[in-house]
């Protein structure tokens, strides 16, 4: 069992507190374990989490995973930016120098094709919309951001999915989480009629709903 990073003095008003789905993607890391260590095992890669919000995905993998990436992490809101450095710092003090977290839509300022593990917990709770960005850090919307992704709970995702030739290095992976209102089996469908390797990693019931993560690499 590896261990949990501890996330502390957070203001979970204005960031997304770790919940079921954060914990799955834990649950995920460790079982991906063995396959990343021998993916990277010859390189240093450049690891991506979309929306970290309080840095507990991050910080679990640097503390059990992956120890020499260079980890280039991004929020929209600026409160998570800040987080992640700090639950960075709290959990593995000799690795802080390794992360760096930059406020961007998705992965708009980050060079394409450079990414060799993408994590995202997106915004996936089905909502008339996405809402808009806040206009002060310290709007207390932020949290909607973290959760409403408007229509079928797919349209921040598949911002990602239908960017992901171009985000991911040529032999990249990533992990995405999906609640089962995001009609995942369908996406993956789709995905591998586009040429992605997808599989299941995790596919567990939280509380009323199922949570699962896939895993896409180019086939
Ligand atoms: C469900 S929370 C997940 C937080 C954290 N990764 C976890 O698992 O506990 C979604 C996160 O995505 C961020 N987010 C939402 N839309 C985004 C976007 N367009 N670009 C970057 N981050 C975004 C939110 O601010 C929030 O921190």
Redesign the pocket.
């Known amino acids: 069992m590896l261990s949990t990073p501890i996330t502390k003095n957070l203001d979970y008003d204005k960031?997304?507190e770790?919940?079921e789905?954060?914990f799955y993607?834990l649950d995920c890391f460790e079982e991906e374990k063995e396959y990343l260590e021998a993916k990277f095992k010859d390189r240093v890669p450049v690891i991506t989490?979309?929306?970290?919000?309080?840095g507990?995905?991050t910080t679990f993998i640097l503390q059990n995973i992956v120890h020499d990436g260079i980890y280039i992490s991004?929020?929209?809101?600026p409160n998570?930016c800040k987080s992640v450095l700090e639950t960075v710092q709290y959990n593995c003090p000799t690795a802080a120098h390794l992360v760096d977290s930059t406020q961007?839509?998705?992965t708009s300022a980050i060079r394409q094709h450079t990414i060799d593990l993408l994590v995202f917990?997106?915004?996936?709770v089905p909502a008339s919309e996405v809402p808009e960005i806040p206009a002060s850090d310290e709007d207390a919307t932020?949290l909607d951001?973290?959760?409403l992704g408007g229509e079928d709970g797919m349209i921040?995702t598949w911002k990602v999915l239908n960017n992901l030739e171009h985000i991911l290095s040529s032999d990249g992976v990533a992990y995405i989480l999906f609640c089962a209102r995001n009609k995942p089996d369908s996406v993956a469908d789709l995905m591998r009629q586009r040429g992605w390797n997808v599989d299941v990693i995790i596919n567990k019931k939280a509380g009323w709903e199922v949570l699962s993560i896939l895993r896409f690499v180019r086939s």
Do not use: C, F
């Open positions: 960031v997304y770790p919940s789905d954060s993607l989490e979309i929306g970290t919000g309080s507990i995905v991004t929020d929209v809101n998570a961007m839509d998705l917990n997106p915004p996936y932020w951001l973290a959760l921040v």
